[in-house]
C-alpha cells in the first residue's frame, strides 16, 4: 500500500507539483491502482505528484 497526501497545499506554487515526481525502489511493483479513482499507475514512469492527485486530493495506492 502506498499513500499520497500533499501537505500544505494551499501555500506551495502550482508548479511545484508539476516538478516533484513519485520514484519508488527498484525492488517496489511498478503497477498501482488508485483506491480513491479506480485509476491504474505506472511508476517505471515517475509520474508528477500533480497527476496522481489531479482528481482527489490524496491517494491510496493498491499494488495491481
Do not use: C, Y
Not at 11 to 18: F, I, K, L, M, T
Not at 31 to 36: E, P, S
Request: cysteine-free; aromatic content about 8%.
Amino acid at each position: 500500500m502506498l499513500v499520497l497526501l500533499p501537505l500544505n497545499l494551499v501555500n506551495r506554487p502550482e508548479n511545484v507539483w508539476q516538478k516533484l515526481r513519485l520514484k519508488l525502489s527498484p525492488h517496489a511493483p511498478q503497477q498501482w491502482r488508485n483506491l480513491f479513482t479506480n485509476e491504474l499507475v505506472d511508476t517505471t514512469q515517475e509520474p508528477t505528484l500533480a497527476s496522481l492527485v489531479e482528481k482527489f486530493p490524496i491517494a491510496v495506492f493498491v499494488t495491481s
